[in-house]
């Protein structure tokens, strides 16, 4: 019974592990089949058991510490503070009477109630987080699924058709890829991994470099990138560049995804009085109705499932600014009206 114990607590990195290990094996056939034509299924097998018995563990290794470091350690270190016997041990220890004795027990029950409350709300957590990801997960998967069957009914033999279905694909592959990679990126600043490596920097030249990083988008979306001012001097802060850069990435490629055809994103930087500098990211977009406001920045949270996910992306792009800008100490904030746009801002500190 053990061991089936133990199956059962490692049913979703080994289902995961042994779809990625199948999918991989897959496509290498393929990619095999294409470049040699003398390909024997059984040689191969033979010749890279090894090689998949290795992608296997590897995979399975992966995928377990990041379902034990979103779940599971949450969960077990809350059950593990969780001792009653603690309790009535402490309340027999003192020499009080029926009365104090009962308002101990009270906020014994009240700690124990709130407790619950809290394993609960983690409990509700897990399930939401692990049917969101299997939810990401399953469209690039299914998508690549059936390429992939389609080639191996016959449409291999066809080189045109054998070259698109591969490179649909490999694109299945990266955005799985991506989800994984920035669900990895979060874990490692949730428990405390990876650390912000604050430096002087002019952030004038970042916007300016973000800008242009997305030249094309803009030009392909009809959006303009600008600044609310001609900024003819650098504008010092003392943060992390790199992951400034991808705060205002994420934050810009957000407002190319869902702008309006002919509007425009404003950058405006402002000095504060308490040595912070504050940076809006500004569009002009539809707008976001307040009830989504307080949820944009959970993971997987889209405002509109169905539109989201046709523009692509993990799902993950505001959540990883969130976890940016608090490694910074700092917070960040959004302001939205239908038919008006949407103004993110965040705090740095200034030099």
């Known amino acids: 019974m053990s061991f089936f114990r133990k199956l059962t607590k490692y049913k979703y990195p080994l289902g995961l592990s042994i779809v990625f290990t199948i999918l991989a094996t897959i496509l290498y056939i393929i990619f095999e089949i294409q470049f040699n034509n003398s390909f024997d299924f059984l040689h191969f097998i033979g010749k890279q058991k090894f090689t998949i018995i290795i992608f296997f563990i590897l995979s399975f290794i992966i995928f377990n510490v990041l379902i034990n470091r979103y779940i599971n350690n949450v969960i077990n270190r809350v059950l593990e503070e969780i001792s009653p016997e603690s309790y009535f041990s402490e309340i027999q220890s003192d020499k009080v009477g029926l009365d104090q004795l009962a308002q101990k027990l009270l906020k014994k029950i009240q700690a124990r109630t709130s407790e619950i409350n809290v394993l609960k709300d983690k409990d509700t957590y897990r399930k939401v987080f692990l049917g969101n990801i299997s939810h990401e997960l399953k469209t690039p998967l299914f998508t690549i699924q059936g390429y992939i069957l389609t080639l191996m009914d016959g449409a291999l033999k066809d080189k045109n058709v054998r070259h698109k279905y591969l490179k649909r694909a490999a694109k299945g592959v990266d955005r799985i890829i991506n989800i994984v990679l920035d669900l990895d990126l ?142 910074h100490n700092e917070n960040i904030y959004v302001e939205s009206e239908i038919g008006r746009g949407t103004t993110f801002s965040f705090t740095l500190d200034r030099l």
């Open 186 to 327: 979060i874990t490692q600043f949730e428990s405390g991994i990876k650390i912000v490596d604050k430096k002087k920097f002019d952030i004038v030249e970042v916007v300016q470099n973000v800008f242009d990083l997305l030249e094309i988008e803009s030009q392909n979306s009809r959006i303009s990138l600008v600044f609310d001012k001609e900024y003819s001097s650098p504008v010092y802060v003392n943060a992390d560049e790199e992951r400034i850069l991808q705060v205002l990435t994420n934050l810009l490629v957000n407002s190319l995804k869902y702008g309006l055809e002919g509007g425009k994103t404003e950058i405006f930087i402002q000095e504060l009085e308490n040595q912070k500098i504050l940076i809006k990211v500004m569009d002009t977009g539809e707008g976001i109705e307040k009830h989504h406001l307080p949820r944009l920045f959970e993971r997987f949270y889209r405002v509109d499932p169905t539109r989201s996910r046709k523009k692509g992306g993990s799902g993950l792009g505001l959540s990883i600014v969130k976890h940016i800008i608090e490694a």
